[in-house]
């Protein structure tokens, strides 16, 4: 019983971490004031947006980012939110699948954990940008596969992130508790 419960307990313990992390991503993507200081230094990591794929890791804040409109801002706040909910849930099921991980496992459940929510933010980021822009047939099939593949690389550059968190909540496996001489049987019972 005891095991079963630390098990539990590790597992919502390493859900909750990576969901952390990858909120505060988000969060500090939503800051105007770093976004403006990153795009100031790394120039070329705007050139795809310039084509339509969605930049970085959706930001989440409260108001609209220059002149965006509310709509905008509204599926960027909900992008956010389906990557940190996919993370978590990416993350959930590795621990419910391997619960004896090793560490590599588990930083490598934590990176993918953000890969896999950046790139399905990606594909809806993708999807909004087709329906913004009122694009054709083809546009409604590469925004979103793009937005999907530079989210993937967006998650793989920053997922060392969560992985170390990951690495962090992950624990030893508890030792077997020490048997007494009194306990131990030498033959078979009745014998």
Known sequence: MRTTMDALRARTDA????????????????SATLLTAFTARAGLS??????????????LRATPLGATDWAWQLCEDFAALLLVAVAA?????HLRVRPDAGKGRRLLAGWTALI????????????????????????????PLTGALFGALW???????????????????RAAAPVSPADRTTGPPGG
């Open 15 to 30: 859900t909750a971490v990576v969901a952390c992390v990858c909120l505060v991503l988000v969060l500090a993507h939503g």
């Open 46 to 59: 705007v050139v795809p947006s310039a084509l339509g794929v969605p930049f970085a890791l959706p930001g």
């Open 155 to 173: 998650g793989l550059a920053l997922g060392w992130l969560p992985g170390a968190a990951a690495l962090a909540t992950s624990r030893a496996p």
């Open 116 to 143: 896999a929510g950046t790139a399905v933010a990606g594909v809806w980021r993708g999807m909004v940008a087709a329906r913004m822009v009122e694009a054709g047939p083809w546009g409604w099939l590469l925004l």
């Open 89 to 93: 849930a990416r993350m959930r099921r």
